[in-house]
């Protein structure tokens, strides 16, 4: 059994709120429980990174913002010049 993360281009909906959970309570537990030192802080850092990505996450799907989508493939295709084009433009 294979567990989906990704679905239509952007995080499911459980990993967006997993991750500004245990974002969010991992800078609870670091500023209340860690001492105030380096390793403390890195904690802090972390959590805060981890809820920023549920919570853009959550923001790409509201918009419906795929980042996670391959359509840039087709983008840089559509960017590509044709042979027969560049002999023109010369």
Do not use: C
Not at 31 to 45: Q, R, S
Not at 82 to 87: A, G, L, S, T
């Amino acid at each position: 059994m294979k567990i989906q993360v990704i679905e239509d281009g952007n995080f499911k909906r459980w990993v967006r709120t997993s991750l500004l959970v245990i974002g969010l309570l991992t800078m609870y537990l670091a500023y209340k429980f860690v001492p105030p030192a380096p390793f403390g802080g890195f904690l802090l850092l972390l959590g805060f990174v981890i809820a920023a990505m549920g919570g853009y996450a959550s923001r790409a799907h509201l918009l419906k913002i795929k980042p996670f989508d391959k359509s840039y493939k087709k983008a840089r295709k559509s960017y590509e010049v044709r042979d027969d084009e560049q002999d023109k433009s010369s």
